[in-house]
């Protein structure tokens, strides 16, 4: 069974600069297609970027094109999400896993494999 376990968040200023990881133990995470989401208190879980296993083609939301970047280090059995020009609004508790991945989004599944989650607080 694949385990997911996110690290790096952390509480950060405003515009500044985080990277969160999602490492990947008992299996290899080349074969897998990995999301990131998030979920604020009293909202509702958004689909935030991911990235395919096959091409590396990504997908980001809205609320973070041009401020994320996702990535990722197969020989590290790693995804990475670089977070930059940080928002209170990215304040919530950051999930990676397996998914779904188009260009217009990213999915979850009922089989999917899931981190237990990492908190990013953007606060001055």
């Known amino acids: 069974q694949l385990q997911l376990v996110e690290s790096g968040g952390g509480l950060v200023q405003p515009g500044g600069s985080l990277r969160l990881s999602c490492t990947a133990s008992?299996?290899?995470?080349?074969?897998?297609?990995i999301g990131w989401f998030r979920q604020a208190p009293g909202k509702e879980r958004e689909g935030v970027s991911c990235?395919?296993?096959?091409?590396?083609?990504?997908y980001y939301a809205d609320s973070v094109k041009g401020r994320f970047t996702i990535s990722r280090d197969n020989s590290k059995n790693t995804v990475y999400l670089q977070m930059n020009s940080l928002k209170p609004e990215d304040t919530a508790v950051y999930y990676c896993?397996?998914?779904?991945?188009?260009?217009?989004?990213?999915?979850?599944?009922?089989?999917?494999?899931w981190g237990q989650g990492t908190q990013v607080t953007v606060s001055s």
């Open positions: 990235i395919s296993s096959s091409d590396g083609s990504t």
């Open positions: 896993a397996t998914s779904f991945c188009t260009t217009s989004g990213v999915y979850s599944r009922m089989e999917d494999y």
């Open positions: 008992r299996r290899t995470l080349d074969y897998y297609t």
